[in-house]
């Protein structure tokens, strides 16, 4: 099934996959169905209705619910006028919603049903918003079926440029404020494009069909929606994360192929429901955000007997994956690589870079530097941020440290900012976590610097306990000292009830942080 488009817009895909494969399914949403024919021109109706409303090139458009098809409709038809999408994570509070909407400058909102009272509520407060319009039809604002049915869907619109803005994604905010991250048409197709070499793993073949269960207000839910029709197969959409819906959907033969953080994917495994659903057609498993245990691989690889397995690296300001560990380099037995991050993908070229963005030697620590069409336009409304992260030659930062070995795999030790200087040693939490995560006791595990009045900041270890595990607080931290320097050892190990994380599955170390940190001055010693 290897077709290969040479689309350079989401607009050109569109229409590349609705003239070869109008009847076939693109999307599925809670039974219903959205052929590639159907979506198109759904998409130009709607993205008519955009324009005569005023909602065009440079314009922003927040869309405030869970992930449907009609995200979907709402992205294309907003890329085809020249408007980005500005997605809002449903889970947060009005506020931290206002922020967005405000830093955003959005002039409309589409909210699912659910959230409509919210948006009303959030949109009477701010003078810019001057439509409020439904994902579904039949409600008390506009949907934007309704809207787009008035429409003719044969378009005199402008064709859009590849360097045209598409999406305005939020990052998580791990430090100040969330930041607008703007992308483009090429950031999401400039490596889909005919002189890239597609990988021999990730071929999609007739009947092949992804699941997208990540939030859309991330790029792992936006940018994994558009990985099936990229490729002209579908993509079933959940709401949500919801382990027993996804059971179901992988028994009834509707998903071959998914991606899921490593937390998700335990919480697949061990439900009541996985060891009588069907599982053998699922041939690509996809996971990131952190490192798959060992344990965990093992027991995936039992459920899931037919699937390679496929660990991305990247963030919202590359688009997404920029390094993948393939499905071979992933070993039951264990070694030495599964601990990476893997390598760059083509059309990506990464490197590890010291302060001043010179390139370190193999085995090396540094910074994770990449270059490639998929790096972001920019910040937004952050010019200064912008320049700090993306250089002149186009390299752009990424916050985190590792060291690459001769073959090019990355092996990431952490965020160069949660780094604990103890006694003026280095020491990156990763590296602590993962020898905490093979203590039998250990469920999961969070690496935090504290404050030491000796050390400037002493290591901290908080986990959550297997069931029936005993907790010897003095046998984690030997078990930890047997593995690694005895700096880099915990002082003191706490048990918490769960862990704190943001929507897209990382463990939120600041909120771990901040009782420790209470009327000091700096997060840092």
Known sequence: MKQQHHATTLTELCDYWAKRR???????????????????EESERLARALDANDIGAGKRIAWIGKNSDRYFTTFFAAARVGAALVPVGW??????????????EAEAIVAAPEFVQLAEKLAAGMPAIKH?????????EPGIGELARDMDAKSDLPAPAP?????????????????????????????SGPDIEPLSWDAWHEGDSGLNPMPVAHIAGSGYGLVPFNRGSACTITQEFNVEEILDLINRKQVTRFFLVPAALQMLITHPKAAETDTGHINQIGYGASPI????????????????????????????SIAILEPEDHDPGGNERMRSAGKAVPGVEIMIADPDGKEVSRGELGEVCTRSSANMAYYWKQPDKTKETVSDDGWLRTGDAAYMDKDGYIYIQDRIKDMIITGGEN????????????HPSVSEAAVIGVPDEKWGESVKALITLKADAEFDEQAIINHVRERLAGFKAPK???????MPRNASGKILRKDLRAPYWEGSERQVN
Request: glycine fraction near 8%; hydrophobic fraction near 35%; aromatic fraction near 10%.
């Open 91 to 104: 889970r947060l509070a009005p506020p931290e919603m206002k922020y967005i909407l405000k830093d955003a």
């Open 427 to 438: 020491v990156y939490p990763a590296e602590v976590e993962n020898a905490l995560y093979e």
């Open 132 to 140: 409020v319009w439904v994902s579904e039809d039949g409600g008390s």
């Open 293 to 320: 245990p060992l344990t965990l691989l093992r027991d995936c690889m039992k459920a899931f007997p037919n699937a390679g397995f496929v660990q991305s690296y990247g963030m919202t300001e590359t688009t997404g």
């Open 492 to 498: 003191s190990v706490e048990v918490i009830a769960v």
């Open 163 to 191: 360097e045209n803005e598409v999406i305005q994604l939020y990052t998580s905010g791990t430090t100040g404020q969330p930041k607008g991250v703007v992308l483009t048409h090429r950031n999401f197709l400039g490596r």
């Open 22 to 40: 109008p009847d076939q399914i693109a999307y599925r949403f809670e039974g219903r169905v959205t052929t590639f024919a159907e979506i198109r």
